[in-house]
Structure formats: C-alpha cells, structure tokens
T-cell receptor, first 116, second 117 residues
C-alpha cells in the first residue's frame, strides 16, 4: 500500500533555531510531493511542492524542503524558527494526472511548537 | 489562493438524525471537490471526490449511502451524513483543486466539526 510517514507527532524547537519536520514516503512511480500547514480554525495552506527539477524547493514563509529520491524523503526545513510557525504540518503526495483529478495521500501530521 | 468556505463550522446533532455540510468555492468554479475526514492525531483521509454533473466517486470503505454527496453547482458541494452515530463524530474538510496544468495544489476549507451525541 502506498503511504506517507511523518515519524514525529510533535517537534519542539526554540525560537531562532533551525527546524526540521520529517517526511518519508512509500509509493510506486514518481510522486509529486507537498507540504501544507494547518492553523487552528483555518484550512490547510500550501507551503511548497516538488514536481520536477531542483531537489531543493523554496516555499512560503521561509520554508524549504529537499527531495531525496534515494531516501524517499521530503523533509521540511527552516533556518530560523518563529513562534508564529507553531502549527500542524502535513506532508502529502500525489501523482501525475491527465484527468485533472489528482488525489492526495497525506501523512499523519506533525505538530510544531516553537518556544520563545 | 482561492477561498473555500464550509458551513457550518461546527454542528452537534443527535444520534439517528442527518446533517448537511456545505462546501463553497467562493471565487472560482470547481468541477471537482474533495471531501476528507480528519481524526485527532491522524491523517486526513480522502472520503470521496465530488463531481459536478455526475455521481461522486467514493474511496474504498466509505459508505456511499451514509455519506451522500451532491455537487449542486460549480461552486457548491454538499456532504450529508445520514443517520449519524457517535462514531461519525469527526472533522470534515473539503478541498478544491487549484486547476491549471502542473499545479496539483488544492485549496482547503476550514473544516466542519461534527459531534453526534
């Protein structure tokens, strides 16, 4: 079965320190990879994606992620964490589609807490 | 990004009753919408794909007679939980594909929390 794993339920980091939220995937084919963030009472918001090209992708709010095909990973990183980054982060994969309908497979989410 | 709204944001209903949740794409038309269910500390599970002008496509294990989906227009999809039971209590989220080629992004609604007593 195809799956996405986020091995850490929660990550705590001090403000100003670098942060990493891990994501690995087990799928067949060549997936497209995404990170979304969920704040309380708000819908999931797109952060960044890897479709093709440079393995290091940069996204919103200073976040970046590196696609590593050999390790089947797509870890989310930020050089300096802010308290406002505290939220629930989801990794997701999907696949190329010619129909315009593309389904996501989500990881279980990682709660990031940035401590002042 | 596009704005997707859901109504209500939370609802409490009694066991055995039905409840309807609306998902609206406020600033662009959507022939497809997705419905997810989110359990505490768990992933978003895709329930079904709502298709304007045709029947919804349900994921394996989702009871189509229990979770009725109607894509009434290009901006509205509804999910009706029929004969709700406490185990149906959950957070229901809809999303709309961003559209365009090579995007593959989705715009998500804020979710609806359903509590069945």
């Amino acid at each position: 079965a195809q799956s996405v794993a986020q091995p850490e339920d929660q990550v705590n980091v001090a403000e100003g320190n670098p942060l990493t939220v891990k994501c690995t995937y087990s799928v067949s084919g060549n997936p497209y990879l995404f990170w979304y963030v969920q704040y309380p009472n708000r819908g999931l918001q797109f952060l960044l994606k890897y479709i093709t090209g440079d393995n290091l992708v940069k996204g919103s709010y200073g976040f970046e992620a590196e696609f590593n095909k050999s390790q089947t990973s797509f870890h989310l990183k930020k050089p300096s964490a802010l308290v406002s980054d505290s939220a629930l982060y989801f990794c997701a994969v999907t696949f190329p589609s010619t129909s315009g309908t593309y389904k996501y497979i989500f990881g279980t989410g990682t709660r990031l807490k940035v401590l002042a | 990004g596009a704005v997707v709204s859901q109504h209500p944001s939370w609802v409490i209903c009694k066991s055995g009753t039905s409840v309807k949740i609306e998902c609206r794409s406020l600033d662009f038309q959507a022939t497809t919408m997705f419905w997810y269910r989110q359990f505490p500390k768990q992933s978003l599970m895709l329930m079904a794909t709502s298709n304007e002008g045709s029947k919804a496509t349900y994921e394996q294990g989702v009871e189509k007679d229990k979770f009725l989906i109607n894509h009434a227009s290009l901006t509205l999809s509804t999910l009706t939980v029929t004969s709700a039971h406490p185990e149906d209590s959950s957070f229901y989220i809809c999303s709309v594909p961003a559209g365009g080629t090579a995007s593959y992004e989705q715009y998500f609604g804020p979710g609806t929390r359903l509590t069945v007593t």
